[in-house]
Structures are given as C-alpha cells and as structure tokens.
C-alpha cells in the first residue's frame, strides 16, 4: 500500500528556532500533499495544500510567512515553521492521495513543542 | 456551516460488543467520498474504510461496515465484536468532488473507549 513517510516524529526546541518538517511519498508520486495541524482532543484543520513546482495554497487565517512549505519533487514536501513561538507548538500532520477513490495516506505525524 | 458532524463527543463500548458511531455530512456535490480513520493515542491516522457517493452497497472491511443512508446524508460506522485495541479517536471525512488532489473535510470526532 501507498506510504507517507513524515519525519522528524518529535522536536522539542527553544523559542525563536526555525523547524522544518519533510514528508515524502515512499512508493508513489503526489502532486498533492496537505498539511494539517491537530490541538489537543480537536480534529485536523487543513493548513496549506502543497503543489508541486508551484505554490502552496493556505487556509484561510494561516500565515504563509510563519508557516512555509515547499513541494520541490513529487515525492516530498516540506513545513517549516519560521521562528517558532511556544503558541506554534502542535502536532502536525501531512497526507496525500493516491487516486480519485482512494482515501489520503498520512505520515505518522510530528509533535512540536517550543519552549 | 459544518460539513461534517459527529454527535457523540464520547462513547464507551463492552469488549466483544458491537458499537455504532455516527456522522452526517452536508454537500450538494453529486460525486463525493466518505471516509473514516481511526486515531490511537499515538496519532497516527489509519484508514479504516471508503464510501463512495455511488456506491449502491455498503462498505465492509473486516470487523468495520459502514451503514450508508444517501437520503439522510449518513455514514456510520459500525464495529462488531469490539477490541480493546479498538479505543480511540474515530474520524469521518469527506471529499468531494472526484479530484483526489481535493482535500478532506474532517470531523470533530468521536473517542471511543472499550471496557473489558
């Protein structure tokens, strides 16, 4: 089946700190990838749809400038979040999909805490 | 509006019971897909099955069935004979539209405990 490999899966990091987040597509090729972000005990809000070779599409109330993403190959895409503040910390989540009926493949997620 | 709604913040299940979770959804898109994934503790999401808008049958996957009412806009999911590895955060999702580039609408979720 299709994996999406999400890495790092934890990052604990001091104010100010800029992060970076990959997700890739093991064994197929996503010309589309989300990313979410989850709260606690709350659902995934979509924060940015990622196209490869142009640029990401944000979600309303999301600061592209805050969070960047870049989608250089068909196979990975990357979140970094600018200047990290404690309030950025979350756990963040990517996917892509694989097919009109198939459903979106996630990574296994990454906790970010900043202290 | 929201497009997805479940109603049961939390729901408590025995070990070897069945148990139904329940999701509405809202579009006026002819061609839509329903999804639902299961989040443990850990938070990864694992898919657990698919519904198509044109789907004439239920979907079954193992111990997973999805009751499917087109009219009355639901997709619950059913569990027969419940694990306790079966606790945790259930979502259901839509897309909609054929576009597999289109993204997911989740809902709030349901967590779902088993008791031994």
């Known amino acids: 089946g299709a994996v999406v490999s999400q890495h790092p899966s934890r990052v604990i990091c001091k104010s100010g700190t800029s992060v970076k987040i990959e997700c890739r597509s093991l064994?197929?090729?996503?010309?589309?990838m989300f990313w979410y972000r989850q709260f606690p005990k709350q659902s995934l809000m979509l924060m940015a749809t990622?196209?490869?070779?142009?640029?990401?599409?944000?979600e309303q109330g999301v600061e592209k400038d805050k969070f960047l993403i870049n989608h250089a190959s068909l196979t990975l895409s990357t979140l970094t979040v600018t200047s990290a503040h404690p309030e950025d910390s979350s756990f963040y989540i990517c996917?892509?999909?694989?097919?009109?009926?198939?459903?979106?493949?996630f990574g296994d997620g990454t906790r970010l805490s900043i202290l | 509006a929201q497009k997805i709604t479940q109603t049961q913040p939390g729901m408590f299940v025995q070990e070897k019971e069945a148990v139904t979770l329940d999701c509405t959804y809202d579009?006026?898109?002819?061609?839509?897909?329903l999804f639902w994934y299961k989040q443990p503790s850990s938070g990864e999401m694992i898919f657990l099955i698919y519904?198509?808008?044109?789907?004439?049958q239920n979907a079954t996957e193992g111990r997973y069935s999805l009751n499917f009412q087109k009219a009355r806009k639901s997709a619950n999911l059913v569990i027969s004979a419940s694990q306790l590895g079966d606790s945790a955060m259930y979502f259901c999702?839509?897309?909609?539209?054929?576009?597999?580039?289109?993204?997911?609408?989740f809902g709030p979720g349901t967590r779902l405990s088993v008791l031994p």
């Open positions: 996917s892509a999909g694989t097919g009109a009926n198939q459903p979106q493949h």
């Open positions: 064994d197929f090729q996503a010309t589309t």
């Open positions: 990622s196209n490869e070779g142009s640029k990401a599409t944000y």
């Open positions: 579009t006026s898109d002819p061609s839509y897909g």
């Open positions: 519904q198509g808008s044109y789907d004439q």
């Open positions: 999702a839509m897309r909609e539209g054929v576009n597999y580039g289109q993204n997911f609408v």
